[in-house]
């Protein structure tokens, strides 16, 4: 059974600070997709990796691919109140479907 | 109108009726799909249909009975549900299979009384 494991589950912390929320598992993924999903709503696609080692930025928010496409981390820098919401990866692999994580519940207080 | 839409928002229903959640996608994808989002577990793959096809039953009780009769809706016809049915219901499409991103509709909170 393919396992996507996010950690930390919850997280709180005050604006301005960092974090970094892990995606993990003992599959290849050909790709890797991040999506952050706020109350009431769908996940919203914030990037996709493709590449192993590949990092990508997205203003505060820094995008990383382990090199053997198992794993991924998503590193916020000066987290902002807006920044609160459900973070999902979900990976991809030779079947046509996507795989979502157990999720990252993060709460920004100002 | 873009996007994923889906309806109702939100649905209330007891254990012996009938109902129906409706997805429609303006984005000219040709896959789509029902995930099922319940608190403290991930989201759950239900159904997958490709080019009107079902591709993927996540082995889902009968009383969820998807349907798709062309590439732009898809329903979930719904019966004699139970109470650990209650979820939001999320409706999703891409443009070829699950490799490629998935756009979301913003789901149905569906409660089973």
């Known amino acids: 059974t393919q396992l996507l494991e996010q950690s930390p589950q919850f997280l709180s912390i005050q604006e301005g600070e960092n974090l970094t929320v892990y995606c993990n598992s003992s599959s290849v993924f050909s790709s890797l997709q991040w999506y952050r999903q706020e109350p009431g709503e769908g996940p919203v696609l914030l990037v996709t990796?493709?590449?192993?080692?590949e990092v990508k930025k997205l203003k505060r928010l820094t995008f990383q691919f382990g090199d053997a496409r198992k794993d991924s981390s998503l590193h916020i820098t000066a987290a902002q109140p807006g920044d609160t919401g459900l973070y999902l990866c979900?990976?991809?692999?030779?079947?046509?479907?996507?795989?979502f994580g157990t999720g990252t519940r993060l709460q920004v207080f100002p | 109108e873009t996007g994923v839409t889906q309806t109702p928002r939100h649905l209330v229903m007891g254990m012996t009726n009938k109902k129906s959640l409706k997805c429609e996608q303006h984005?000219?994808?040709?896959?789509m799909y029902w995930y099922k989002q319940s608190a403290k577990k991930p989201l759950e793959l239900m159904f997958v249909y490709s080019l009107e096809e079902r591709v993927e039953n996540n082995s889902v009780p009968s009383r969820f009975s998807p349907e798709c009769p062309n590439s732009s809706h898809l329903f979930l016809h719904l019966h004699t549900l139970q109470p650990e049915d209650s979820a939001l219901y999320l409706c999703?499409?891409?443009?070829?299979?699950?490799?490629?991103?998935?756009?979301f509709g913003q789901g149905t909170r569906l409660t089973v009384v």
């Open positions: 984005l000219g994808h040709n896959a």
């Open positions: 979900a990976g991809a692999y030779n079947t046509d479907k996507l795989i």
């Open positions: 990796v493709v590449t192993g080692g």
């Open positions: 999703a499409s891409s443009g070829q299979g699950g490799g490629t991103e998935a756009f």
